[in-house]
């Protein structure tokens, strides 16, 4: 987990350093340059829509820099620990088929030390499952059974592991934003209280600013949900292959003991 915030945190740097560079390579044109092409250009950027990630970045400056610092703080911390989810479950898939396949070769052979070792040597919740199996074959159907069932239950565990943390930026990015709005609202009102007058002027910055905490808080809530579903939605088929190897190995347990102690 430290490893994958360091590496967010450099490439977060990385990025920065570099648009600010071409930021600064940019504005390096003479000045007589820059008034021609603003010429030229006039009327067609007065004509064209702002693109929507410049309308985001202009409405988040616009935003008071505490709560807007905050809703940014819960995405980045929020993304951190989805792809540490992401990478984590990615790498504990395998081809369960294959894997199964091989550890029926190695009992029909009865080499049981042979599927021991392919067992431990496989990644992934399902190998880990077959080896705690295998180590007690020899110790009867229900020592095996018990086995894998709390084995598993340790396994889905781990899956899980984090899965909380993102659940709680979920929660947070949007009640940061309505915070900002609360107090932005107090705020108009201070306003009006000591201005005495209630023109649209006097209370237009101040209600802006609050809604505009609200929508950046909504907008991380959103991103953050659609990789939070697409973690559940690993961790669901990592679950089901682990039930549906659990049984296939109660079944290859029954014929190697029926084949080797008979």
């Given at each position: 987990?430290?490893?994958?915030?360091?590496?967010?945190?450099?490439?977060?740097?990385?990025?920065?350093?570099?648009?600010?560079?071409?930021?600064?390579?940019?504005?390096?044109?003479?000045?007589?340059?820059?008034?021609?092409?603003?010429?030229?250009?006039?009327?067609?950027?007065?004509?064209?829509?702002?693109?929507?990630?410049?309308?985001?970045?202009t409405?988040f400056?616009?935003?008071?820099?505490?709560?807007?610092?905050?809703?940014?703080?819960?995405?980045?911390?929020?993304?951190?620990?989805?792809?540490?989810?992401?990478?984590?479950?990615?790498?504990?898939?395998?081809?369960?088929?294959?894997?199964?396949?091989?550890?029926?070769?190695?009992?029909?052979?009865?080499?049981?030390?042979?599927?021991?070792?392919?067992?431990?040597?496989?990644?992934?919740?399902?190998?880990?499952?077959?080896?705690?199996?295998?180590?007690?074959?020899?110790?009867?159907?229900?020592?095996?059974?018990?086995?894998?069932?709390?084995?598993?239950?340790?396994?889905?565990?781990?899956?899980?592991?984090?899965?909380?943390?993102?659940?709680?930026?979920?929660?947070?990015?949007?009640?940061?934003?309505?915070?900002?709005?609360?107090?932005?609202?107090?705020?108009?009102f201070?306003?009006?209280q000591?201005?005495?007058?209630?023109?649209?002027?006097?209370?237009?910055?101040?209600?802006?600013?609050?809604?505009?905490?609200?929508?950046?808080?909504?907008?991380?809530?959103?991103?953050?949900?659609?990789?939070?579903?697409?973690?559940?939605?690993?961790?669901?088929?990592?679950?089901?292959?682990?039930?549906?190897?659990?049984?296939?190995?109660?079944?290859?347990?029954?014929?190697?003991?029926?084949k080797?102690?008979?």
């Amino acid at each position: 987990m430290k490893k994958l915030f360091a590496i967010i945190a450099v490439i977060g740097a990385v990025t920065f350093g570099s648009v600010q560079y071409a930021n600064a390579q940019e504005a390096t044109p003479a000045a007589t340059e820059q008034t021609q092409v603003a010429a030229d250009n006039a009327a067609a950027d007065d004509a064209a829509p702002e693109p929507i990630h410049k309308t985001l970045k202009t409405k988040f400056i616009e935003g008071t820099a505490s709560f807007m610092s905050l809703v940014s703080v819960a995405l980045v911390v929020g993304l951190a620990f989805c792809i540490e989810r992401i990478i984590y479950l990615s790498w504990a898939e395998i081809n369960t088929k294959k894997f199964i396949s091989k550890i029926e070769e190695h009992l029909e052979a009865g080499d049981l030390e042979g599927a021991k070792d392919f067992a431990r040597n496989t990644r992934g919740p399902v190998a880990s499952i077959y080896y705690q199996g295998l180590m007690r074959v020899n110790e009867g159907l229900d020592v095996v059974e018990r086995s894998v069932v709390s084995y598993g239950g340790v396994q889905a565990g781990y899956l899980e592991k984090g899965c909380s943390w993102i659940t709680l930026f979920i929660a947070m990015a949007p009640s940061l934003g309505f915070l900002g709005t609360v107090i932005g609202m107090v705020q108009a009102f201070d306003k009006i209280q000591k201005v005495g007058d209630i023109s649209p002027t006097v209370v237009a910055g101040g209600m802006k600013v609050a809604l505009i905490t609200t929508i950046f808080g909504l907008i991380v809530a959103l991103i953050l949900q659609l990789f939070y579903n697409y973690i559940l939605a690993k961790i669901e088929s990592l679950t089901s292959d682990m039930e549906d190897s659990s049984i296939t190995l109660l079944d290859l347990v029954i014929k190697y003991n029926l084949k080797y102690n008979n």
